[in-house]
């Protein structure tokens, strides 16, 4: 039974995420109300996914709303802010209440992992598609711009990278089979929000790899007016990725397919050894891959000559 | 020639309405990054306009702009908010600059008319969509919700509805000539900030009319727990449109036609005289329509009988 817009709302996005203290009002009225803590700073963010351009025709649902979340978390991630609300635009081509349930668990487990609430937001009827905003908070001096990287800090990556890439391409690909691992990764990544609050106070500048690994560091190294020189060696590789490059040489896969979710952030050498201690009791690695340097521009050391060049992120209309 | 995303962003998106103080930074990394005014709450809304639901085909893009923006102000200004930030999330079928550049120019003007600034955002390709957020703050003690009419208040409607209903009608119809002061109010209806202004502190709730007059005061009932008589007699009309009821005895084109986005509130009768001195400076018309009663549901004077039964507001999927 077709279900108006705000049976919807009620039925399945209602006391999504914690009822957070900070929230004076949340879904039901025409804006959500929200106190910020003292002395923090408001950050915010939106990110869209649609159908055959962000995720195939018929794609799992329940992975559809952790996703379209998490995408949005990684970027507070990246910025050293904690999550706190979330709103959801949800274009739908018709009222599927299965699709639509799976959706909303996929989307309420990662809230309720992150404590973050969902606080508004509208279903509308069109193509499918997904956008997201998220709101979280920091104190001024915690906040991680991809601009302020500076002379000689050391360069670490977060988890593994190439591993979305990687899933994507075996399952455009009948013939190759996909590891569930390696499919989680692009389905349902994880953002690095636990990272981010260990580096916090330690790191000089973050972003997380979204267009890829060499796109992002790009951007990072543009927007700071510095160069860096990454060891391809130091790059950290999951086993099925490892072993993809070792039988293929394709050494931009791992470097440039984006949907990772990692993060990439700069340390001032002198903070490298009380960075390290912070981030020995994540579940995943931080990999020092290179250093920043002072020409402009990204170079890769113990990679074959000439795929610089090569190297080039995801991008829309590109 | 196809822009790549950052392309795009940089050429329309930077820049458009004021570099206000409160934005330590906004288009440029992963997240925008703002300071709330002190013992001001965030106010925070979000509305997405489909092609071919929202919008026709070949919609004028420079109102689309305009009107995405306006709809999300809108929003804010049922609250009592103070716009102060937009993220825009577009979905564009393919790289048109005319239209990119006519869009970013209705955007622009409203964003700068309220003193609203762009500060994230990002452009995806697939079907057209916009999905638009606006931030805006306010005191507690100034924000009007929907929950909050009390018994006996009166009931008051800002300008004249029904316009942006006759339009579509008009514009649907290829027999009737749609007069261009009528299709302003569809395609670039006015968020009414300045009534939320000269309201605040007076009225006891608020709605903006979006689903329609009898929809949103429904709503509003609703969540206030009362119920209302409204006089018809009293409806704000425009010659227009009493023309067109006049002539079709259509009475609930105005009460239950959409897209409005003028204001529905109550004040408290002891406000009344305060509240008319406060509207009179507005360039348009308030309008006292009404009275809050206990018994639940709207309730019509000087109607046709049954007619009530009738309305009923625009609803997605209903």
Redesign the interface.
């Known amino acids: 039974m077709?279900?108006?817009?705000?049976g919807?709302i009620d039925r399945y996005f209602r006391g999504i995420g914690p009822a957070l203290d900070s929230t004076?009002?949340g879904v039901?009225?025409?804006?959500?109300?929200?106190?910020?803590p003292a002395d923090q700073?408001?950050?915010?963010?939106?990110?869209?996914l649609?159908?055959?351009?962000?995720f195939l025709a018929g794609s799992d649902p329940e992975s559809l709303g952790h996703k379209s979340l998490a995408v949005n978390l990684s970027?507070?991630a990246?910025?050293g802010?904690a999550p706190k609300?979330a709103?959801l635009?949800l274009?739908l081509p018709?009222?599927n209440e299965p699709w639509l349930a799976a959706f909303a668990r996929g989307f309420s487990a990662l809230a309720e992992r992150y404590r973050v609430q969902l606080?508004?937001?509208?279903?509308?009827?069109?193509?499918l598609?997904i956008?997201v905003?998220a709101?979280?908070t920091a104190a001024?001096e915690r906040?991680l711009?991809?601009?302020s990287a500076g002379l000689d800090e050391r360069i670490y990556v977060t988890g593994t990278i190439g591993d979305a890439g990687l899933a994507l391409k075996y399952l455009k690909d009948s013939e190759q089979h996909c590891p569930k691992t390696l499919r989680d990764r692009l389905d349902r990544p994880e953002p690095r929000i636990e990272a981010s609050r260990s580096i916090g106070g330690l790191a000089s500048a973050c972003?997380?790899i979204s267009d890829g690994f060499a796109a992002d560091l790009g951007h990072l190294l543009k927007?700071s007016n510095v160069g860096a020189t990454v060891d391809w060696n130091l790059i950290p590789l999951s086993p099925h990725v490892r072993r993809y490059v070792d039988q293929s040489n394709d050494f931009s896969l791992p470097l440039c397919a984006g949907d990772d979710y990692e993060l990439c952030f700069t340390v001032p050498a002198q903070r490298e050894e009380e960075l390290i201690r912070q981030v020995q009791s994540l579940p995943f690695p931080c990999q020092r891959v290179g250093k920043i340097d002072r020409r402009p521009g990204l170079r890769f050391e113990n990679l074959a000559p000439g795929l610089d060049l090569l190297l080039k992120g995801y991008?829309?209309?590109?």
């Open positions: 077709p279900l108006a817009e705000f919807l004076v009002l039901g009225d025409d804006c959500a109300v929200l106190r910020l700073l408001l950050l915010v963010t939106t990110d869209t649609v159908e055959n351009i962000h970027d507070l990246a910025m802010a609300w709103t635009a274009t018709d009222v606080v508004g937001g509208d279903i509308t009827q069109g193509p598609s956008c905003q709101l979280g001024a906040i711009y991809r601009s972003i997380d927007a991008e829309h209309f590109s």
